[in-house]
């Protein structure tokens, strides 16, 4: 980890991207290279963390449900997206998945891999 630290300090314009720091036990900021050449991005559910950012955060939120059941319904290819039976199927998945965006193209992804297979 220290070299690629090292290695990224002596560059310009890197990103480094740090996904799914949500363990309070983890210090973040061990991870961040010297200097000011680069950008970090980081996700994280821990609002707290809002400390390290020096250019703001962004707070990701809910999908309108009916939003989030047309997104699924199209990534998902179904062809009359209005359809209620569909619409009824896709809100029991879309609710479990918390109307998240990611969380809904990263199933959807899962579901037609595993149907293509």
Do not use: H
Not at 20 to 38: E, H, I, L, Q, T
Not at 61 to 83: C, F, H, N, Q, Y
């Amino acid at each position: 980890m220290n070299s690629i630290k090292t290695w990224l300090s002596a560059k310009d314009d890197w990103l480094l991207i740090i996904d799914n720091a949500d363990d309070r036990k983890v210090d973040v900021s061990k991870f961040f290279p010297a200097g000011n050449r680069g950008s970090i991005v980081f996700t994280t559910r821990l609002p707290d963390y809002q400390q390290y950012g020096t250019v703001g955060f962004c707070q990701v939120d809910k999908m309108d449900p009916e939003d989030a059941i047309t997104l699924l319904l199209r990534r998902s290819g179904v062809s009359d997206i209005r359809d209620m039976e569909r619409r009824a199927l896709a809100a029991d998945i879309v609710e479990v998945l918390g109307y998240l965006a990611l969380a809904i193209i990263q199933a959807e992804a899962v579901c037609n891999k595993r149907f293509a297979a």
